[in-house]
């Protein structure tokens, strides 16, 4: 089992409904969890650090569920730009202790 | 404009050629990361450094070197060592261990 599993889409969804998707990860020492944004053939991008009680930003959420071991990211009134791939993030520790996931691909369409 | 600039962001080599990617930053960071990326897997660590003159092994160190000689700057030398060296590669930087990362536009190598 992968430490850190997306499902990598590709996500067709219209322009503007809601999308969400999750995470999973198998180590339960995981301290801290991040979601990432990457367009195609570029480098990631910070979106959202995703803390115990959850955090929006926007038409962002993000939520931790410890019990079950996953993230998840939910985004409302989607955009055309917020077509992307978002790459989740678990650090067990210090930067050199990230896992990242393979990243869920989404494409919002007109 | 503070950032990570890495060059060249094309690069062509024979096989058995060493090549070395460039990585700068100005943004006054302590760490420094090389990340590599391939198509459908997560980004996996090659090397960082938390300091001057001082840098550890990541998950997939085999076949690549770094240096830290400066605050600003971590190049990374893909060897003839490095068997699958065709990828995109990553440099990033975070003020400390546990900042966020911020990453240069990455440098796609090609190896044939």
């Known amino acids: ?104 691909k989404l494409i919002i369409k007109p | 404009d503070g950032g990570i600039t890495q060059s060249p962001k094309y690069l062509f080599r024979k096989e058995g050629q060493n090549v070395t990617l460039s990585c700068e930053q100005n943004l006054n960071h302590d760490a420094m990361y090389w990340y590599r990326q391939d198509p459908g897997q997560g980004l996996r660590l090659i090397y960082y450094s938390q300091i001057v003159n001082d840098f550890q092994k990541g998950d997939i160190a085999e076949g690549y070197s770094v240096s830290r000689e400066k605050k600003e700057s971590f190049p990374l030398t893909v060897t003839s060592a490095q068997k699958n060296p065709t990828a995109f590669y990553l440099c990033a930087s975070s003020m400390q261990a546990n900042s966020p990362l911020h990453f240069g536009n990455g440098t796609r190598l090609t190896v044939t």
Do not use: H
Request: hydrophobic share 30%; with cysteine.
């Open chain 1, 1 to 104: 089992r992968k430490e850190v599993e997306q499902d990598p889409g590709p996500f067709n969804v219209p322009e503007g409904a809601t999308v969400a998707f999750n995470c999973t990860y198998s180590n339960s020492a995981s301290q801290s969890f991040f979601w990432y944004r990457q367009d195609c053939r570029k480098e990631p991008k910070l979106l959202m650090s995703v803390y115990s009680s959850g955090n929006e930003d926007g038409r962002f959420t993000a939520q931790l569920n410890r019990a079950s071991q996953y993230i998840s990211l939910l985004i409302r009134d989607s955009k055309l730009s917020d077509s992307a791939t978002y790459l989740c993030v678990v650090n067990k520790g210090s930067n050199y202790q990230l896992i990242w996931g393979a990243g869920t």
